[in-house]
């Protein structure tokens, strides 16, 4: 039993911010990003892009495990996967886990899809991404506002009786000596909301946030990402037994513009397909790579169904694989 990708569906909330025409703006190629309602929360677009893989004709009734990856949770406890199952209408025997996870999300995700199916344990699994960073952004810091958007991704993952693997080449990683270069301080149980007074704070550029806010050292996590990306994209080749010519696309975490052009250069990569389009999204954290999928795979054939994706970001975490896309349904 293999486990492929089947069938991809996203949801985007209407209300869209525009980021100001600027040079920061034209740097990191956002200029659009989909931003919740007050009363808005990322289980409810989970639903929606659940709702919308179901449209495509994708059985729920299939699932046997749902698994939900989020860093915006609808409580501290219960687990907010428990919730999803009763709001789409799975099965109760429907296994359901909560896993908390930035922008590598989505690829540990597609890591514990394929052992629970190639192990025996259930033959398909539902993956759900869903962020709202926006809510943790104070609106005054503007070294963070113009590059989250909020959205939500839904990917169904089955197993089939074949030789040949869906999901290949998984490379996973942590230095978590950086938890501290993307972070929201308050309201865990290191610094509880109840017990822990809000403190102004603003950076050498004029930006404002409070302690309760997501703070983030862009230059350290850039510095990260060209440090371990390069890497995680060798050891995916050399587990596969690939070179780059061998890959259709090559889609990493959609961070901004500039980031992803650095990449492609530090990579080798200039003149391969590289998907770079954050222009009307933003950064979704983990919907951001299954978002870039589902659009590459609507506007492009790539010349083999061989797609290598990595993710990288807040932990700090990254993760890598080859996904063949040949089963997606389009």
Same mark, same amino acid.
């Given at each position: 039993m293999k486990a492929y990708i089947t069938g991809l569906a996203y949801y985007l909330p209407e209300n869209i911010e525009e980021n100001a025409k600027n040079r920061l703006t034209r740097k990191t190629g956002i200029y659009k990003r989909h931003i919740t309602g007050a009363d808005?929360?990322?289980?409810?677009? +989970?639903? #929606?892009? +659940?709702?919308?893989?179901?449209? #495509?004709?994708?059985?729920?009734?299939?699932?046997?495990?749902?698994?939900?990856?989020t860093q915006s949770p609808d409580y501290p406890l219960p687990t907010t996967a428990c919730i999803l199952q009763a709001r789409l209408g799975l099965n109760k025997s429907c296994g359901a886990l909560d896993y908390n996870l930035g922008c590598s999300g989505y690829i540990y995700g597609l890591s514990l899809a394929k052992g629970l199916i190639e192990s025996g344990q259930v033959k398909n699994v539902l993956l759900v991404t869903s962020e709202t960073y926006s809510k943790y952004i104070d609106p005054r810091d503007n070294s963070t506002k113009p590059l989250f958007g909020d959205g939500a991704t839904a990917t169904f993952v089955e197993g089939f009786e074949t030789a040949d693997s869906g999901l290949t080449g998984f490379v996973l990683g942590t230095d978590g000596t950086g938890f501290r270069k993307l972070i929201v301080p308050v309201g865990g149980m290191v610094h509880p909301a109840a017990k822990t007074k809000m403190v102004e704070e603003a950076d050498e550029y004029g930006n404002q946030?409070?302690?309760?806010?997501?703070?983030?050292?862009?230059?350290?996590?850039?510095?990260?990402?060209?440090d371990v990306v390069p890497d995680t994209m060798n050891q995916i080749?050399?587990?596969?037994?690939?070179?780059?010519?061998?890959?259709?696309?090559?889609?990493?975490?959609? +961070?901004?513009?500039?980031?992803?052009?650095?990449? #492609?250069?530090?990579?080798?990569?200039?003149?391969?397909?590289?998907w770079n389009n954050v222009a009307e999204y933003g950064n979704t954290v983990s919907s951001s790579i299954p978002l870039a999928l589902n659009d590459m795979l609507h506007s492009e054939t790539?010349?083999?169904?061989?797609?290598?994706a990595i993710g990288f970001g807040v932990g700090l975490s990254w993760a890598g694989c080859l996904i063949d896309v040949s089963k997606i349904k389009r």
């Open positions: 808005v929360i990322a289980s409810d677009l +989970a639903v #929606q892009a +659940a709702n919308n893989l179901f449209k #495509q004709g994708v059985q729920k009734e299939k699932a046997e495990m749902l698994l939900y990856c946030r409070t302690n309760w806010n997501l703070y983030m050292d862009g230059s350290a996590i850039s510095d990260f990402a060209l080749l050399k587990k596969t037994n690939r070179i780059k010519e061998d890959i259709g696309y090559y889609v990493f975490h959609q +961070a901004n513009k500039f980031m992803l052009e650095y990449l #492609q250069m530090k990579c080798d990569l200039m003149g391969y397909p590289f790539p010349n083999n169904p061989l797609v290598m």
